[in-house]
């Protein structure tokens, strides 16, 4: 197991410690969530960073990093909904995106081939990384409620907008996999009719 990869299942340890933190009332609880919230989030950008200059980019690691990612957002704003800093229906476009996406590399994976995070599917990520930071920080801080609206919202945005992506780069490569297959079966469609002929000719 490489660095990267260790990086990878650290962050996904890490989902339950911030479930916790953000559910425990206390005394400056709130800071220690986000601290180690916002730990997790730095490996995202460690694992990945490290992967491509050890030139250890691997299809492992590759499908194991975005589900880490689902993971520690999804707890974190269930846990939000929960505290009622975050909408349900917000909650629910957000993570529902994520297990869309997540059943959508499935697929892909079965055909074949990769779906690689795009630069709009990061953007969603540290849009939401930011957006949680902010809500979590609201109780201690009430004038960041406002900016923490105008971020939820830019999540839910980033949230659709990146799925479409996703099903318009996943439709566009399965189209090309299909129209390829038929032409490889019609390749061997006529090569076998033409040994046909050949054989034909030859007995008469």
């Known amino acids: 197991m490489n660095l990267p990869i260790s990086l990878t299942l650290l962050r996904i340890f890490f989902v339950p410690l911030v479930v916790v933190l953000l ?7 709130d800071l220690w969530a986000v601290g180690v919230f916002l730990l997790a989030a730095t490996t ?3 694992d990945g960073y490290l992967a ?3 030139s250890q980019v691997t299809t492992l690691g590759i499908l194991l990093d975005p589900i880490a990612d689902k993971l520690l957002t999804s707890a974190a704003f269930i846990s939000l909904v929960y505290l009622h800093l975050v909408a349900a229906w917000m909650a629910v476009i957000i993570i529902g995106r994520e297990f869309a996406v997540s059943g959508l590399r499935a697929i892909a994976s079965a055909e074949g081939f990769t779906l690689e ?3 709009l ?3 969603k990520m540290v849009s939401q990384v930011v957006a949680i930071t902010v809500i979590v920080l609201e109780k201690r801080h009430p004038l960041l409620r406002p900016l ?3 971020l939820l919202w830019m999540v839910v945005l980033f949230a659709l907008a990146s799925a479409a992506q996703y099903f318009f780069s996943f439709w566009k490569r399965l189209d090309v996999r299909i129209k390829r297959r038929a032409s490889i079966r019609r390749v ?3 090569t076998g009719e033409k040994e046909r002929e050949e ?3 030859a007995a008469h």
């Open 121 to 123: 599917g990061k953007t």
């Open 117 to 119: 995070v795009s630069e």
């Open 199 to 201: 054989k034909d000719v």
């Open 44 to 46: 995202d950008l460690l």
């Open 52 to 54: 491509r200059k050890r």
């Open 188 to 190: 061997v469609l006529r």
């Open 148 to 150: 923490g609206d105008v």
């Open 23 to 29: 559910l425990t009332t206390g005394h400056n609880m």
